[in-house]
């Protein structure tokens, strides 16, 4: 599962407010699965979480999503992603 937290600050050029995400916040779904593997599904899964800056109300999605293959061992991971642009991202989310 995920572990971590993210901060960043808003990306409007004129806030400087600050959120922050906790792995916790993210609850992942099954999104896909490609039953055409040698060693049984590859599956993928997707979550997102939605922040409003506290300054300007500004409001941000930010996804994650991770594959498995075979089913229970991580394959690859994308994210953090955010829908607009955001500045001063720091970033301790990992899948383990």
Known sequence: MLN??????????????IMEADSS???FENT???EDRS???EVGYEASVEKKCPNCGE???ISYGYSEYPEGALDSEDGPNFDKE???VKSTLTMF
């Open 39 to 41: 060693m049984g599904p």
């Open 4 to 17: 971590g937290n993210l901060i960043f600050r808003c990306g409007n050029s004129n806030c400087e407010g």
């Open 86 to 88: 955001v500045k001063d």
């Open 25 to 27: 916040e993210f609850d």
């Open 32 to 34: 896909w699965a490609d």
């Open 59 to 61: 409001e941000y999605i």
